[in-house]
């Protein structure tokens, strides 16, 4: 197991800056989740630590190690992607155990993992099975499972529930959730969907332009964001915004006074809030 450290990184493709000084700890078996709309770079962070994207300036460290310059192959992480990226010709048990084979591993360590990923997954049943055979939910569970039988330091998830449906996104998130409580491993989790970030992360990074906004835990993300853009993008249904709203205190009375709106009278009970 191992944190992964950002240390001032950048990245800009020609002259436009998509992550601009990130300054990132995500602790040893943490389930950091990167949150953000479409373009905030957070997929950016992710394919810089896998490897995938090369820095700007700065550091990335896995462990103790920097790791700018080391090929994705020996990062020792595993990535999940959004496509489940299945060989439609291998069977389930073959398609977990590729990565492995490639490697030149034992057959009876490969056998044992395998098998061992499937129980964690409720796979077993389906191990001899082609993915064609499969749900939409069982063929990520298999692409979750090819990355558990490497065993790697850190896992990159990159909106992997983004192709299932609703009922579907929320039985899987569920499982990974219960996944990562199992194996204990870091996670760095990547989604739009800040009901995902919310119900899955013990840490949430909320990103926009490139910058982190705010960094903490999900309730204190939502009882006190930093800014009104992470007022407004965290809770369903998002917070509502006042232009030219002014709180007015006389005495032990507090009231807001809305432009053109009239004034509201605010209870003690929330006047620190």
């Known amino acids: 197991m191992a944190r992964v450290q950002f240390e001032h990184v950048y990245k800009r493709f020609n002259k436009v800056e998509i992550v601009h000084d990130i300054n990132l700890d995500v602790k040893d078996k943490e389930f950091l989740v990167l949150v953000g ?11 810089m630590v896998a490897g995938l994207e090369d820095l700007s300036e700065g550091d990335i460290r896995i462990g103790e190690r ?29 398609n977990m155990a590729f990565s492995l084979k490639l490697r030149h591993f034992p057959k009876d360590q490969i056998k044992k993992r395998v098998e061992e990923a499937g129980e964690i997954l409720n796979l ?22 090819r990355a558990i ?7 990159l998830m990159d909106e992997p529930l983004s192709n299932l449906d609703a ?17 204990q491993t870091t996670v760095i989790y990547v989604t739009h969907d800040q009901t995902e970030a919310m119900t899955m992360g013990s840490r949430i990074a909320v990103l926009n332009g490139g910058i982190i906004q705010q960094l903490g835990a999900p309730q204190e993300l939502y009882d006190q964001p930093a800014n009104l853009f992470v007022a407004g993008f965290i809770g369903s ?12 205190t006389e005495g032990d009375s507090t009231r807001i006074v809305l432009e053109n709106m009239g004034q509201v009278d605010v209870p003690p009970l929330y006047v620190e809030r």
């Open 37 to 47: 709309p479409s373009g905030c770079g957070k997929s950016t962070c992710l394919r």
């Open 66 to 94: 920097v790791v700018n310059g080391v090929p994705p192959k020996d990062r020792d992480i595993a990535m999940v992607f959004q496509n489940y990226a299945l060989y439609p010709h291998m069977s389930v048990f073959d």
């Open 124 to 145: 077993t049943p389906f191990l001899k099975r082609k993915p064609k055979e499969l749900s939409g939910g069982q063929r990520q569970r298999v692409a979750l499972g």
């Open 149 to 155: 039988v490497r065993e790697p330091q850190v896992f």
């Open 167 to 183: 009922k579907l996104r929320v039985e899987t998130r569920a499982n990974i959730t219960k996944l990562h409580q199992r194996i």
């Open 237 to 248: 249904p998002s917070m509502n915004f006042f232009p030219g709203a002014k709180v007015v």
